[in-house]
């Protein structure tokens, strides 16, 4: 069975950082990235990795996200420096099968966690 969980969501300050975890289970994936979704808003990506450690980030990450992954632990990773107020959202893990931010080409998802920053 195919399964993505989230986890390290949680509230900090402007400027803070978070560590989130997505442990996988039932396949290894050539893709896997993070999404976001604030309230009112669409859901969009975040960053994106491949199994040969290429990445895709978002503009707006700007140097501030670190996307990592441990292929011996089926394991995803998103390190966030230098939160601002604009990043508070449902961050959700996925994978898939190209390296994109199109969600169509991401065929399991977790359930998310939630991320709040303070100002």
């Known amino acids: 069975q195919v399964q993505l969980v989230e986890s390290g969501g949680d509230s900090v300050q402007a400027g803070g950082s978070l560590r989130l975890s997505c442990a996988a289970s039932?396949?290894?994936?050539?893709?896997m990235g993070w999404f976001r979704q604030a309230p009112g808003k669409e859901r969009g990506g975040v960053a994106v990795i491949s199994s040969v450690l290429n990445r895709l980030y978002a503009d707006f990450v700007n140097g501030r996200f670190i996307i990592t992954r441990d292929n011996a632990k089926n394991a995803l990773y998103l390190q966030m420096n230098s939160l601002l107020p604009v990043d508070p959202a449902m961050y959700y893990c996925?994978?898939?099968?190209?390296?994109?931010?199109?969600?169509?080409?991401?065929?399991?998802w977790g359930q998310g966690t939630q991320v709040t920053v303070s100002s």
């Open positions: 039932g396949f290894t994936y050539a893709y």
């Open positions: 996925a994978a898939g099968w190209f390296m994109s931010f199109r969600q169509g080409e991401f065929g399991y």
